[in-house]
């Protein structure tokens, strides 16, 4: 089942907060990564609010994250994306599947769920309707192994692709499906993010496949951690960035992604400083070990 590109493009990063509230310094670094990607590869960069999960949503962080990305000196030419825009295309993309043979609808709750979230009770078989129920791609056991940008190749056991859901219970879209299709609606080719999220990509592989589509490139750079060696979210603490403190900031992050800019004297404005990175820019060294399971 393919869906429409026509336009071929070079490059095209992104970055995509959910609005679940302010920017601080782990999302902070990820966004200046995948922007010195972009521009070192003279390529697009554009933003993407994720906004499709309304009970877990901040009012006016969207437009705080805004602010904040523009007071930092990362800015698109290009019009930000909504994800509740595109309510329409994912339902559309949902029901393709099910016409298709490719989704069903799953009763399981989650306790009766297996430990990666797969519904094992043969729901496929049950001819359920929509009510109550999520809806799960049947997505392909095929050899789903990529080579990431930082941790080169990256293996995962073939089990973890048989189903997985894309379209909630509570009548909204699941992550993965939203994610995948404004990839593709955007002709996103790079995506640099967080090495929290190295798990899902052969899932998101799996669905690129079922939908007949070209996946883009991946690197996973470490996440800015805690004092406790946790991720810096805002579950475990992680406090909003003050905007007029955006040089210190940015060079906090440009600390942690390793890069150094050389002898040359300080940058005064946020603008000048992220010039400089884009001249000195590459990847960071990855932080899993090999071998290492990333399989949550």
């Known amino acids: 089942m393919s869906m429409s590109t026509t336009d071929v493009v070079r490059y095209r990063g992104r970055f995509a907060p959910s609005p679940t509230g302010p920017l601080h310094l782990g999302s902070l670094t990820t966004a200046l990564a995948s ?17 499709i999960d309304p009970p877990r949503e901040v009012d006016g962080a969207a437009d705080s994250i805004i602010k904040c990305l523009a007071s930092h000196g990362l800015q698109s030419n290009i019009a930000t994306i909504w994800q509740h825009n595109n309510w ?14 490719q989704a069903f609808y799953c009763e399981c709750p989650r306790r009766q769920q297996d430990e990666l979230g797969r519904c094992t009770s043969g729901c ?30 990256v293996e995962t056991p073939k089990r973890t692709f048989d189903n997985a859901i894309i379209w909630r219970r509570d009548d909204l ?16 080719t ?26 883009p490139r991946f690197a996973h750079i470490p996440v800015v951690l805690n004092e406790e060696g946790k991720k810096l979210s805002k579950q475990t603490g992680a406090t909003g960035l003050d905007n007029t403190q955006a040089l210190e900031n940015l060079q906090r992050a440009i600390q942690h992604l390793g890069l150094e800019l050389g002898a040359q004297l300080p940058s005064d404005n946020p603008q000048s400083l992220i010039a400089r ?15 290492q399971s990333i399989i949550n």
Do not use: M
Not at 179 to 186: A, I, K, L, P
């Open 173 to 188: 879209p699941a992550y993965l499906l939203a994610v995948v299709v404004d990839d593709v609606d955007s002709k996103v």
């Open 124 to 153: 496929y078989k049950k001819n359920l309707g929509a009510r109550n129920n999520n809806l799960r791609a049947a997505l392909p056991l095929t050899d789903l192994n990529f080579i990431d940008r930082v941790y080169g190749l």
């Open 35 to 51: 922007y010195l990607d972009a521009q070192y590869n003279q390529g697009q960069w554009l933003l993407r609010l994720e906004d």
């Open 190 to 215: 790079d995506i640099v993010r967080g090495d929290d999220l190295l798990h899902e990509t052969q899932r998101q592989l799996a669905l690129y496949a079922l939908l007949e589509q070209r996946p």
């Open 88 to 101: 329409q295309r994912y339902r559309d993309t949902c029901q393709q599947l099910i016409s298709a043979g």
């Open 277 to 291: 990175a884009i001249q000195h820019w590459r990847l960071p060294e990855p932080r899993l070990q090999k071998g």
